[in-house]
T-cell receptor, first 112, second 111 residues
Framework: DAKTTQPPSMDCAEGRAANLPCNHS???????VYWYRQIHSQGPQYIIH???NNETNEMASLIITEDRKSSTLILPHATLRDTAVYYC?????????????FGKGTLLTVNP | EAGVAQSPRYKIIEKRQSVAFWCNPI?????LYWYQQILGQGPKLLIQ????????DSQLPKDRFSAERLKGVDSTLKIQPAKLEDSAVYLC?????????FGPGTRLTVT
């Protein structure tokens, strides 16, 4: 079973920031938070991951709460091409713990 | 850098027939994964290889599904015989460390 809870859908206006929440209240100390997205008819695409600290890359920012029970993925300036299903995944480290357990994710629709 | 390659992209078969999917991972990636994605759901891991050894196949329906990764590079996933409920997209992914890189998938329709 997926260890995360995400809203099924969200809307965002083009050019605005998209903030996607994720709850992972049962996360363990050595588990990472990963975000992937899946554009229609494509395979999932890695976005970002973090353990404790906030992270930023060219695609997005990841904000993890101090107690690590929730996180937010931020797309700073959403475009129409960002319309996709976004998956928040808690993943362990090492061997079979590298596997990703996907939930249903959040369908983000960016509107013009 | 070339991505994960999969073929075929689409396949339509009748139930009880057999089918095989092929995956070529990113060069140098030791870990290879096969996922099944049913319409409206997230991908579900079927099997994980580390080089040519199986790390996790706990969710692989072994009575009809089989997979191999000879020489630790390419991999094939086979279904024999297929059932209607096997209609799904079959995704292959590979990784060197943590991040997994996915191929475009093979869309299987069983009629």
């Amino acid at each position: 079973d997926a260890k995360t809870t995400q809203p099924p859908s969200m809307d965002c206006a083009e050019g605005r920031a998209a903030n996607l929440p994720c709850n992972h209240s049962t996360i363990s100390g050595n588990e990472y938070v990963y975000w992937y997205r899946q554009i229609h008819s494509q395979g999932p695409q890695y976005i970002i991951h973090g353990l404790k600290n906030n992270e930023t890359n060219e695609m997005a920012s990841l904000i993890i709460t101090e107690d690590r029970k929730s996180s937010t993925l931020i797309l700073p300036h959403a475009t129409l091409r960002d319309t996709a299903v976004y998956y928040c995944i808690v993943r362990g480290s090492g061997g079979s713990n590298y596997k990703l357990t996907f939930g249903k994710g959040t369908l983000l629709t960016v509107n013009p | 850098e070339a991505g994960v390659a999969q073929s075929p992209r689409y396949k339509i078969i009748e139930k009880r027939q057999s089918v095989a999917f092929w995956c070529n991972p990113i060069s140098g990636h030791a870990t290879l994964y096969w996922y099944q994605q049913i319409l409206g759901q997230g991908p579900k891991l079927l099997i994980q290889f580390q080089n040519n050894g199986v790390v996790d196949d706990s969710q692989l329906p072994k009575d009809r599904f089989s997979a191999e990764r000879l020489k630790g590079v390419d991999s094939t996933l086979k279904i024999q015989p297929a059932k209607l409920e096997d209609s799904a997209v079959y995704l292959c992914a590979s990784s060197l460390f943590g991040e997994q890189y996915f191929g475009p998938g093979t869309r299987l329709t069983v009629t």
